[in-house]
């Protein structure tokens, strides 16, 4: 969680403390002394004041105190300048380390303020796991410390109250949150909720939205649609629509004006919801817990030095030691290697932010970054080229002939076998096919949900052809597909996703391509890279239903061009002498 708060910092840091003490008590734990204040010494420190290296020019560097308040309960407590200067602002840091199930768990609560600014508060919830108890990840909750604090900070993103449940906009207020939506400032993401025709506001929002956006205090903010507020938002948002009790999650940085900036936003549909509300609060907290791990700190909190717990045991004395001179050479050399562990974990800390800010100058200068969902790849690119940061860094990817090399980092969201039951997750999740890029309306897609008829049938079969896709893309960058894609779905290689050959079109019949209405159907859209006019004929396609009039899914094989396929239509099938 990263919010800013009015609060003058000392403020900030007690109403902290109070309710970090107050959760201590509820567990059992000893209550913690009073800490010192951010501008004196810590009467508590355990050893003394260990000064960063890039505090080298501070009069004081970080106060450090360490307490143990029960079996295995640790509470860290520091404060000290910001690196830089003692004019730069100061800064509070509570770490807090308790037992769970197979390892323990850690709470970081980080407040800075600048000598200028808001005061920001950045709270870290990790489960550090010890041999092999867990047999899956395990999802950190929220922390309570969450909970209480927020209400208190009166917390702000930007121009938006961060708050813990669910706010109902009427149509009077439209105007603000797509004023909201669209502001530069805003990192956290904005979780909108529409309301089914017919059915109370009220009733919906306590008993569907509320337990949805169970897992999204302190990393995103959510809001209710009424009725009148659903009109006015979806004529001004004419690509970004939300309706029939979908919610939708916009992601900084929303282009009104743009179709395909509307791929960026996953939308969650009613049916996913009402099926299982719990699983659907896991989705959707999907894309605010991986934004809230990767976005680049503000610069107030990437100024905070790294926490370092000087050593406990004693130092030798040198007034009482038989050589003062060998005692004071021993204490010299504790100091260079403590100030040498120091820099070096300043320094991990560091290359880590310029990691976070690289990659999200990246995807900002990218071409035709809107045409894509976050993290994949839309047009080749000097830039690198990465999708969502888990763990660590893929391999390097080779792609055609005269393309860049480029990195892609996949998104675990989902196992191989977890295929999407709707289209509105299917489009969610498209960033897991990072060499096909979605160019089409995403509306004909979603309306395909709308069709009960067809159950999940549908969108599982359009998932397995998307994988095939992929896969023939990646080989066939390399040389290696030994034809089209019709070609590959009859002669796929070993340990390949197989797709039926028979639902693998090449292209339209004579008569389509003779129509002048038909043709134009299918010129859809393509980055200029490809085709100067931004239109190309997509004749290929995929059955991805059984009948004359169901689904199919066009697409444009460019793999010998920019190394790409690009995905212009999911919905039903297009006009031809079959169809009505």
């Known amino acids: 969680m990263t919010v800013t708060t009015t609060l003058p910092h000392a403020d900030a840091v007690s109403l902290a403390d109070q309710q970090l003490a107050d959760w201590l008590k509820r567990e059992g734990c000893e209550d913690p002394p009073p800490a010192a204040s951010p501008l004196e010494a810590s009467p508590y ?31 860290d407590r520091d404060h000290g300048p910001l690196r830089g200067s003692p004019a730069t602002g100061h800064y509070s840091r509570r770490r807090l380390r308790t037992p769970a199930p197979h390892g323990t768990q850690q709470l970081t609560l980080t407040i800075a303020t600048a000598a200028a600014g808001p005061t920001w508060v950045r709270l870290e919830a990790e489960t550090h796991t010890t041999g092999s108890g867990l047999r899956t990840p395990c999802r950190v909750p929220v922390p309570e410390l969450a909970r209480s604090l927020l209400p208190l900070l009166d917390a702000t993103d930007g121009p938006a109250a961060v708050q813990l449940a669910p706010r109902v906009i009427t149509a009077a207020e439209v105007d603000d949150l797509i004023d909201e939506l669209c502001d530069p400032e805003r990192r956290l993401p904005t979780v909108v909720a529409s309301v089914p025709v017919n059915v109370p506001v009220d009733g919906w929002t306590e008993s569907v939205v509320r337990p949805l956006c169970q897992q999204l205090p302190g990393l995103a903010t959510a809001y209710v649609l009424d009725p009148g507020a659903r009109t006015g938002f979806n004529v001004a948002l ?108 300043q320094a991990r800390a560091d290359e880590l932010e310029r990691v976070r800010r690289t990659l999200r100058r990246a995807r900002r200068t990218r071409p035709g970054r809107a045409h894509a969902a976050p993290g994949r790849l839309c047009a080749p690119s000097t830039a690198p080229v990465v999708g969502p940061v888990v763990g660590t860094l893929a391999g390097p990817f080779v792609g055609a002939p005269g393309v860049p090399r480029t990195t892609v980092l996949p998104d675990p969201v ?77 002669h796929t290689p070993d340990g390949c996703h197989r797709f ?30 490809v085709d100067a006019s931004r239109r190309a004929f997509m004749g290929a396609h995929l059955r991805i239903g059984g009948g004359r009039t169901a689904p199919r899914l066009h697409y444009l094989d460019d793999c010998s061009g920019s190394g790409r396929i690009y995905v212009g239509y999911i919905g039903l099938h297009l006009t031809n002498t079959r169809t009505n």
């Not at 050893?47 to 307490?67: I, W, Y």
């Open 500 to 529: 039926p050959p028979r639902k693998a079109v090449r292209g339209e019949s004579r008569t389509v391509h003779s129509h002048t209405k038909w043709k134009r159907e299918r010129m859809l859209p393509v980055p200029e890279c």
């Open 238 to 345: 004419e690509y970004h629509t939300v309706y029939g009790g979908a919610v939708r999650t916009y992601l900084p940085e929303v282009d009104p004006a743009s179709r395909y900036d509307g791929a960026r936003h996953p939308v969650l549909a009613r049916g996913r919801i009402e099926q299982d509300v719990r699983r659907a609060a896991g989705l959707l907290a999907r894309e605010p817990r991986r934004l809230a791990a990767e976005l680049p700190l503000p610069p107030v909190l990437a100024a905070v030095p790294v926490l370092r717990i000087p050593p406990s045991q004693p130092r030798p004395d040198a007034a009482s030691c038989a050589d003062p001179v060998a005692a004071r050479a021993e204490l010299a050399a504790l100091a260079r290697e403590e100030q040498q562990d120091r820099a070096e974990q």
């Open 45 to 75: 420190a355990v050893d003394p004041p260990v000064t960063g290296p890039s505090n080298a020019d501070s009069p004081a560097g970080p106060q450090v105190e360490r307490l143990r308040l029960g079996d295995r309960v640790l509470l």
């Open 414 to 490: 989902a196992g191989p076998d977890d295929n999407p039951d709707t289209f509105t997750e299917l489009l969610s999740r498209l960033g897991e096919f990072p060499l096909l890029t979605f160019t089409g309306d995403q509306k004909s897609a979603l309306a395909l949900d709308e069709l009960q008829c067809a159950g999940a049938g549908w969108a599982r079969l359009a998932w397995d052809g998307l994988t095939a896709l992929q896969e023939y893309a990646e080989a066939a960058v390399r040389g290696e597909a030994g034809g089209d894609f019709k070609q590959w779905c009859e």
